[in-house]
């Protein structure tokens, strides 16, 4: 079963650092890409980071670009999101979620955000 | 970046009515568009990918089509279970963007 569990989440004043995991199980982690994606209370989905199967291609969210850094560590199914000069507008559930994947005619083609986390909750206040 | 645009941003339908969510890429984005459906107090969970290609277990009432910047999910016959806020995300490139969600009601 595919499971995907994040921690790290708390209270964080404006201008701290906090640092998110999430540990990953059930399925080949080193295969796949990952994701976060976060949720401001009663706000829509908001994507903020990607990072490949190898870790050797990153992409964020303007919104996050220069402060927070995603990476992984593939020997210990693990990804991470190191959170940087926090806002008050980072304030959300933060998840964790694999890039699903599948082949076809030998050709491997994305096929979005198949599995989540129950997500690590950041409040960012003074 | 491609913003995505969703419509309406809510509706309310009675149980049996077939249900039409619009999602607009501002480029093209071909195919690289997934639906998700997130119930109240719940993780979000995958509906469709690549415009049209139904999830394992997702009922088939869900469908979607489109490609380009104009995609659709169609909900054939409402049940009460699929009151949800439904997401369209691209992710074609750098930029993983979501819609800004479509609130299903139940009238």
């Known amino acids: 079963e595919v499971q995907l569990v994040e921690s790290g989440g708390g209270l964080a004043q404006p201008g701290g650092s906090l640092r998110l995991s999430c540990a990953a199980s059930?399925?080949?982690?080193?295969?796949?890409?990952m994701n976060w994606v976060r949720q401001a209370p009663g706000k829509g989905l908001e994507w903020i980071s990607y990072?490949?199967?190898?870790?050797?291609?990153?992409y964020y969210a303007d919104s996050v670009k220069g402060r927070f850094t995603i990476s992984r560590d593939n020997a210990k199914n693990s990804l991470y999101l190191q959170m940087n000069s926090l806002r008050a507008g980072d304030t959300a559930l933060y998840y964790c979620?694999?890039?699903?994947?599948?082949?076809?005619?030998?050709?491997?083609?994305?096929?979005?955000?198949?599995?989540w986390g129950q997500g690590t909750l950041v409040t960012v206040s003074s | 970046d491609i913003q995505m645009t969703q419509s309406p941003s809510s509706l309310s339908a009675s149980v049996g009515d077939r249900v039409t969510i619009t999602c607009r890429a501002s480029?093209?984005?071909?195919?690289?568009l997934a639906w998700y459906q997130q119930k109240p107090g719940k993780v979000p969970k995958l509906l469709i990918y690549v415009a049209s290609t139904l999830q394992s277990g997702v009922p088939s009432r869900f469908s979607g089509s489109g490609s380009g910047t104009d995609f659709t999910l169609t909900i054939s016959s409402l049940q009460p279970e699929d009151v949800a806020t439904y997401y369209c995300?691209?992710?074609?490139?750098?930029?993983?963007?979501f819609g800004q969600g479509t609130k299903v009601e139940i009238k």
């Open positions: 979620a694999r890039g699903g994947a599948y082949y076809h005619s030998g050709t491997y083609y994305r096929s979005g955000l198949d599995y």
């Open positions: 995300q691209k992710y074609n490139s750098a930029s993983r963007t």
């Open positions: 059930g399925f080949l982690f080193s295969s796949y890409e």
């Open positions: 990072i490949s199967s190898s870790g050797t291609t990153i």
């Open positions: 480029q093209d984005i071909s195919n690289y």
